[in-house]
């Protein structure tokens, strides 16, 4: 089964070609968030270096968040386009459930994705035998309050952290939870997010085409915060 996966919820816009849960191309930018301008360019080129066309794909994967709103509604439009168009099956990724196949180690994987502001999008999955069980849902969360919660777990086995927030709070990470692991790659890739779609579509797993916004955009928050200094003037 050959698969077209795209991730566009972060800086890095990615592109890759796999049969089943082999990789046979994979194209990334990190240019910004112009992904509205390099997303069908990627497709586009990538297509054209395996020698496929958008006929030959059967499988459709993009990721739906967490992550950026701009860049989440761009993949997730592109891949409903071309599903509708063509009549191919498109299945939705989470970004963190992403990120946890960066990890090959069996044990306990914390996915973290800096939302700013000392807030984290988070989730934590087991790996085993090459699949990945949620073991902690995704959320968002004040990384402070994360992590103490983490540690009054008392876990068995240490954590092993992926993702942009695991770089970004490394130390406060290893205050709280010394014996944690990191991995070398943070990166949010095309390639996870098709395997993981590939596992999804073999379990008959349901994995909606919709945005998982964990919270709301800043332009709702700043909406909210104008409306209840009206209220209260």
């Given at each position: ?9 972060s800086?890095?816009?990615?592109v890759?070609?796999l049969?089943?849960f082999?990789?046979?191309k ?7 968030l112009t ?5 069908m360019?990627?497709i586009?080129?990538i297509?054209?270096?395996t020698?496929?066309?958008?006929s ?7 990721d ?5 709103f ?9 891949i409903?386009?071309?599903a509708?168009?063509?009549?191919i099956?498109?299945i939705?990724?989470?970004?963190l ?6 990890v090959?180690?069996?044990?306990l ?5 800096d939302?700013k502001?000392d807030n984290?999008?988070c989730e934590?999955?087991e790996?085993t035998?090459?699949s990945y ?6 959320s ?8 103490l ?5 008392k876990?068995?086995y240490?954590l092993?952290?992926v993702?942009?927030?695991a770089?970004?709070?490394?130390e406060?990470?290893?205050k709280y ?5 990191f ?17 999804h579509?073999q379990?008959?797993i349901i ?16 909406w909210?915060?104008k409306q209840?200094?009206n209220?209260?003037?």
């Amino acid at each position: 089964m050959k698969i077209l996966s795209i991730t566009t919820s972060s800086p890095i816009c990615s592109v890759a070609i796999l049969e089943d849960f082999s990789s046979i191309k994979e194209i990334s930018l990190n240019n910004g968030l112009t992904h509205s301008e390099t997303l069908m360019p990627i497709i586009k080129q990538i297509l054209d270096e395996t020698n496929l066309q958008l006929s030959d794909i059967d499988l459709l994967v993009c990721d739906i968040g967490p992550g950026s709103f701009t860049g989440i509604r761009i993949g997730i439009s592109t891949i409903k386009a071309f599903a509708d168009s063509l009549n191919i099956k498109a299945i939705g990724i989470n970004s963190l459930e992403a990120l946890s196949y960066h990890v090959k180690t069996c044990g306990l994987v914390c996915s973290l994705l800096d939302a700013k502001k000392d807030n984290v999008y988070c989730e934590i999955f087991e790996h085993t035998d090459e699949s990945y069980f949620v073991r902690r849902i995704a959320s968002f969360e004040n990384i402070e309050h994360f992590l103490l919660e983490l540690q009054n777990l008392k876990l068995a086995y240490p954590l092993t952290f992926v993702g942009n927030g695991a770089i970004h709070y490394k130390e406060k990470i290893l205050k709280y939870l010394p014996n944690s692991k990191f991995t070398l790659n943070h990166d949010l890739s095309a390639i996870y997010v098709g395997k993981a779609g590939m596992y999804h579509y073999q379990n008959e797993i349901i994995s909606n085409l919709e945005p998982l916004y964990l919270r709301k955009s800043e332009a709702e928050q700043k909406w909210e915060e104008k409306q209840n200094g009206n209220h209260q003037s």
